[in-house]
Structures are given as C-alpha cells and as structure tokens.
C-alpha cells in the first residue's frame, strides 16, 4: 500500500518536473524543475530495490551534473533580455506533439498489452553494492574501461575547447 | 503492489517529454537538458527491467550511462560556452554558420 502510494506521488513528481524543465522561459528554473525530476526518479530507483543506483542519481546526476548545468548557467550571466523570444514556442510544441503522440500512443499501448508484469521478491542483498560490483567488474569490465577512457577524452575535451590559451 | 507496466509508462512519458522538449526549444540550455530528460526516461526502465528479470545487467547498463551522461555534459557544457563567447546568443536559430 505504502509502496503504491509513493511509486504514484514520485512518478506525478518525476512528470510534473520534466514537464515544467520543458515550459520554463530561464534555464535556471528549468535547471531546478530538472533537479526535481532527477530526485523523483532516484526514489523509483530505491523503490526498484536499485540502492546503488538510486545513491548514484542522487550523488552524480542531481548533485554534479545538475550542479555544473547551474554553474554553467550563472557564469554565462544570462539576462532575461539575452533569452531566445522562443515567440513560435506553443507553436513548435503542437507541431512536434503531432509527430509525437501517435508514436507514445503506440508505445504505452504496447506497454499496457504486456502479459504478466508482476514484481517476484528478489534476494535480500539485490542492489547492495557487493553483488553490484561483483558483477561490474566480472561480466562488464570491458565496457567500464571503455568509460573510463571516455570520461578523460571528456575531461581533456572540456579543458581544450573552454580554454582560450592551451 | 505496483508491477513492471506502471514503471515503463512513466518512463516512456519522460522520454517523450524529452523529446518533445528537443524538438520545440530555442534555447539551447533547455535542449542539453532536454536530453538528460530522454536519458533519464531510459534509465527508469532499464532498472525496472533488471528488477523484473532480477538481475543486476540493467543496473549496471544505468550506472555506465550516468558516466556517460557526465561526460556529454562536460563536453556539451564547454562547447556552449564557446558558442556563447562567439555568438552572444543562447538561441538555436542564430547558430547559422553551416547554411549560410
């Protein structure tokens, strides 16, 4: 009961924010709505019985990311008269949810045609950090050195395009 | 007791919040983050996905995207400040330099 009730406030936030990240005129208060979202879905996660995750979003998605999205922001000292007019913005909207909602009604209507979608219980210590990390540096080791290489490109990409003198 | 569809309905309305979000602003602050959006929505079934199936590949699938998403930020971020300095503008429409 409990369960339900959190999974239906959480997921009301987690749309609500990312509906009001789309319709906000600054980015900072987009960027705020977004945090929002983010800490929504990190209480899915931990519904999902995903601990780790969960820590994850909270820590490197609404706290670092989010957190240079800000940054970013209040560095370029953007002023309301700086913004796009975004004048044809209802205009775009309703265009693109003319391609949009067909191919979302098809979507969620294959989602609600799936046989028998109920949770099994799972072993006491799933989404504990112990088996997670078993598991990431047993069968995905390759693909976690891959982002390691990707995150310095990133970093080294960051420094020489930000940079005006190397 | 909530099961598998709920969560994959959530998840496919972020994703397509996100992407209405991509294809309607001019702002490109509001397109990088639009992006996460569609990340995130993604992400949502991926761990209800590894929750039904009970194993952990989807978890660990979410954990190398959020790497992922840190550094397209990183760099995302850093190629809009170039474009700030050179343009004085956040507007997708005045990036004009290709078909001009």
């Known amino acids: ?166 | 007791m909530v099961g598998l569809q709920p969560y994959l309905v959530v998840s496919a309305l972020l994703f397509f919040i996100g992407a209405a979000g991509v294809v309607s602003r001019k702002n490109v602050f509001i397109l990088l983050m639009s992006v996460e959006l569609m990340l995130n929505g993604v992400n949502l079934s991926f761990i209800a996905f590894a929750r039904f199936l009970r194993d952990f590949d989807g978890q660990v699938i979410v954990f190398l995207v959020i790497a992922l998403a840190a550094a397209e930020a990183a760099i995302g971020l850093s190629i809009l400040i170039l474009l700030y300095r050179n343009k004085e503008s956040l507007d997708t429409g005045d990036y004009d330099l290709l078909r001009r």
């Open chain 1, 1 to 166: 009961m409990l369960e339900t009730v959190l999974f239906y406030l959480l997921s009301i936030a987690a749309v609500t924010g990312g509906l009001m990240t789309i319709t906000r005129r600054h980015p900072l208060s987009a960027a705020l709505w977004l945090v929002v979202s983010f800490l929504s879905l990190a209480g899915l996660y931990a519904l999902l019985a995903a601990q780790l995750v969960a820590i994850v979003q909270v820590l490197v998605y609404a706290g670092a990311i989010l957190a240079l999205v800000v940054f970013v922001i209040m560095l370029l000292n953007v002023r309301e008269a700086d913004l796009p007019a975004d004048e044809g913005f209802l205009g775009n909207l309703a265009l693109a949810l003319v391609g949009i909602v067909p191919v979302a009604f098809v979507v969620i209507r294959s989602i609600l045609a799936l046989p028998g979608s109920a949770f099994l219980p799972v072993a006491p210590d799933y989404g504990f950090i112990q088996p997670f990390g078993m598991h990431l540096f047993q069968d995905w080791l390759f693909p976690f050195e891959m982002v390691s290489i990707l995150l310095t490109v990133a970093v080294v990409g960051a420094v020489v395009l930000a940079k005006r003198r190397i």
